[in-house]
């Protein structure tokens, strides 16, 4: 499935369904705005203007407004993500610019700050 039709999928989804009750017998209803598609096997790249290279990553899920990606390899510092960051898709050969929301280890949360564009630096 495309990245655009993920997109427009996750668009005409009207409902959120709520998340899986959480272990400790806690209310954990979803409270998300957007609906997010899990993806399996969907690679990219992470780049910022403090990282020496792009950084591979593999898509994890993905929504409308951002995604939430691991990074492959070591963690990045926080501090080389937080002045803003590039988004790369490989399988559709565009990119985004987010903004980090969170991060856990090597697992990023990302919020997208732009549309999709065309590469502006080469990707592996």
């Known amino acids: 499935m495309s990245l655009l039709d993920t997109i427009a999928r996750a668009l005409t989804f009207r409902t959120v369904r709520p998340a899986e009750p959480a272990k400790n017998g806690r209310d954990s209803a979803e409270m998300r ?66 903004s980090l929301v969170w991060m856990n280890g090597r697992t990023l949360g990302l919020r997208f700050e732009g549309a999709l564009r065309p590469p502006s630096r080469k990707y592996g």
């Open 33 to 98: 705005r957007l609906r997010r598609v899990r993806q399996r096997m969907r690679s990219g790249a992470v780049w910022s203007d403090k990282l020496i290279a792009p950084r591979p990553c593999m898509f994890k899920d993905l929504s409308v407004g951002g995604a939430q990606v691991e990074i492959l390899g070591a963690p990045i510092k926080p501090g080389l993500l937080m002045d803003g960051l590039w988004l790369y898709f490989d399988t559709e050969k565009h990119e985004v610019s987010c």
